[in-house]
């Protein structure tokens, strides 16, 4: 499946931002998908996962309550709205996915096959 980010900017310290993740090549509905994210001299870590059904979600603590994952089907899309944003959330964000049609989800980078190119997050101060 090939993965294309966008929707990346600059914005001031609790502002928002909704990134968008399309999808093409194979059926998206079976796909697990995530957002992870890579600051500058950081590891790539993980942000969220949402099921193939769509019905359950999972974050990491650090955007629990300010980010929300939700996917169109209809559309292949993938979707991260960011609330809330903080200088900390500033890094290249990042659309992945692989193929499962279970509840389980995988919180770890690691765990994705596909990935997107990334889209730029950049919060100021």
């Known amino acids: 499946v090939q993965l294309q980010a966008s929707g990346g900017g600059l914005v001031p310290s609790g502002g928002s931002l909704r990134l968008s993740c399309a999808a093409s090549?194979?059926?998206?509905?079976?796909?697990?998908m995530g957002w992870s994210r890579q600051a500058p001299g950081k590891e790539r870590e993980f942000v969220a996962a949402?099921?193939?059904?769509?019905?359950?979600?999972t974050y990491a603590d650090s955007v629990k309550g300010r980010f929300t994952i939700s996917r169109d089907d209809a559309k292949n899309t993938v979707h991260l709205q960011m609330m809330s944003l903080k200088p900390e959330d500033t890094a290249t964000y990042y659309c992945a996915a692989y193929g499962s049609t279970t509840t389980y989800m995988r919180a770890t980078p690691g765990g994705y096959n596909y990935w997107g190119q990334g889209t730029q997050v950049t919060v100021s101060s």
């Open positions: 949402i099921t193939s059904s769509g019905r359950y979600t």
């Open positions: 090549g194979r059926t998206f509905s079976n796909y697990v």
